[in-house]
């Protein structure tokens, strides 16, 4: 039997497809709904913002500002269009057209991606989250390949929690 923390990571298959998403903030059959219809997930991307120092004649950069870029979530679209409906009920939340508005209608998101071996080996939260876009992918009709809803989500910042492993 192999040893699997022993193989060499250059020749493992990387598997994109083993995480598990959970929305909090939203009501929970909505939210385990959008977790399970969740198909892609981007990493969030952290920019530093540099701000310029001058003094006497030199100058210099300061980091200043940690910046989060926006990010994608691929929800497959069901029969019923309930994804679709939790999507917009979250943004009528965020407009103030459902009541009661809690929190100015952000939530979060906990993200627990995993290895082949099924063990734990990054895992985030994105918190302040709120709805910056949604598009559908083009209706199919010849066929029963499923329709996507793309949702872009914006957020404050990012909550890491590191995993041991062989790195640290």
Same mark, same amino acid.
């Given at each position: 039997?192999?040893? &699997? ?13 083993? %995480? !598990?998403?959970? @929305? %909090?903030?939203?009501?929970?059959? *909505? ?5 399970? $219809? ?7 991307? /952290? ?19 940690? *910046? ?19 999507? +917009?009920? $979250?943004? !009528?939340? $965020?407009?103030?057209?459902? *009541? /009661? ?5 952000? %939530? ?14 990054? *895992? @985030?939260?994105?918190?302040?989250? +709120?709805? &910056? ?5 083009? $209706?199919? !009709? ?12 914006? %957020? ?5 929690? @590191?995993?041991?492993? /062989? @790195?640290?």
């Amino acid at each position: 039997m192999t040893d &699997v923390k022993n193989i060499n990571r250059s020749l493992e298959s990387k598997k994109i497809d083993n %995480f !598990y998403v959970s @929305f %909090f903030g939203i009501p929970e059959n *909505e939210a385990n709904m959008l977790g399970r $219809q969740t198909s892609a997930f981007e990493r969030p991307s /952290p920019t530093f913002v540099p701000a310029e120092i001058r003094h006497k004649g030199v100058k210099q950069n300061a980091i200043t500002v940690l *910046e989060y870029s926006d990010i994608s979530v691929i929800f497959k679209d069901d029969d019923y269009s309930l994804v679709m409906k939790a999507l +917009y009920t $979250q943004i !009528y939340r $965020q407009v103030g057209k459902l *009541e /009661p508005v809690v929190n100015d209608a952000k %939530f979060g998101i906990g993200v627990k991606c995993f290895n082949a071996a099924g063990e734990v080996i990054e *895992e @985030f939260t994105l918190l302040n989250c +709120y709805i &910056v876009n949604i598009t559908h992918s083009e $209706q199919i !009709y010849a066929d029963s390949t499923g329709n996507e809803i793309t949702a872009t989500i914006g %957020f404050d910042t990012v909550d890491y929690k @590191f995993v041991e492993g /062989p @790195f640290l």
